[in-house]
Nanobody, 115 residues
Framework: QVQLEESGGGLVQAGGSLSLSCAAS????????MGWYRQAPGKQRELVAV???????NYADSVKGRFTISRDNAKNTVYLQMNSLKPEDTAVFYC?????????WGQGTQVTVSS
């Protein structure tokens, strides 16, 4: 069982920055892929960014150049640095981890970007 706890969400003006953290209850060295997803009101949950245990990253086109995902294996934590935020980034952001055939989700953290 893997528990994920997100933090760092909040309200920010357009053009501002926020940093999200996702703390895992296990050693994330054993987790091959971890990522961030988001779900805006009335929309489906979508991929934002993922990172492998080897450090390979992948981003949604809508956030490339603005968001950066990273992981600190010593702290069992994955981060999402979000810069140049836009109102359309407003969503609940969820941390995700794939362990074997199982997928785990955090409870989500709200990010609201005002115009």
């Amino acid at each position: 069982q893997v528990q994920l706890e997100e933090s760092g969400g909040g309200l920010v003006q357009a053009g501002g920055s926020l940093s999200l953290s996702c703390a895992a209850s296990v050693n994330i060295n054993r987790i091959y892929v971890m990522g961030w997803y988001r779900q805006a009101p009335g929309k489906q949950r979508e991929l934002v960014a993922v990172i492998t245990s080897g450090g390979t990253t992948n981003y949604a086109d809508s956030v490339k150049g603005r968001f950066t995902i990273s992981r600190d294996n010593a702290k069992n934590t994955v981060y999402l640095q979000m810069n140049s935020l836009k109102p359309e980034d407003t969503a609940v952001f969820y941390c995700n981890a794939g362990v074997g055939l199982r997928v785990y989700w955090g409870q989500g953290t709200q990010v609201t970007v005002s115009s």
